[in-house]
């Protein structure tokens, strides 16, 4: 009897904690062997990119293509693209925006677009966080490196 509760219970956390979306075909298995990550961010004209090739970095920003459309109330302009890459070869181009943007409204999206049907959903929090921390190591100016005597 102890048995079974503790295997109820475990159960139950389990799907408890698995609340999020899964992602749907084909995006699931196009996005299996992304190995590379482009990101470009606008910048008033003036593009920044940044490459990933971190399998944690691209994971994040991966899971944030579900194949879904969900309803997002805060819609700003778009501040950049992610460039998902198998093997070097363009396999999904989604543009987003972040929380960081200077917009009245908070605005946090990725849309993308595959065989004609396109898709709007939220961006995941860790990709948000992901992409804001890019975005603001890129766009702070540049600091110069002071050393120390005792340093060198």
């Keep these: 009897m102890l048995r079974l509760s503790i295997l109820l219970l475990t159960l ?23 190995n590379q990550v482009d990101i470009v961010f606008y910048n008033k004209g003036d593009t920044i990119n940044y490459q990933t090739k ?7 920003l991966a899971n944030s293509v579900l194949g879904i459309n969900e309803s997002v109330t ?19 181009t989604a543009q987003f925006a972040t929380s960081h943007t200077k917009e009245k409204n908070k605005c946090s999206y990725i849309t993308y677009a595959l065989n004609g049907n396109k898709y709007l959903q939220k961006l995941t929090e ?18 110069p490196l002071l050393l ?3 340093s060198l």
């Design 126 to 143: 860790r990709a948000d966080r992901v992409l804001n921390e890019i975005d603001t190591l890129h766009t702070k100016p540049s600091q």
């Design 54 to 60: 971190d399998s944690a970095g691209i994971a994040i």
């Design 148 to 150: 120390k005597k005792d």
């Design 12 to 34: 139950a956390a389990a799907v408890s904690c698995n609340t999020t979306a899964t992602q749907k075909e084909p995006f699931k298995t196009m996005l299996k062997g992304c």
């Design 74 to 92: 805060n819609m700003c302009a778009p501040v950049g693209e992610l460039r998902f890459k198998v093997h070097g070869q363009d396999t999904l």
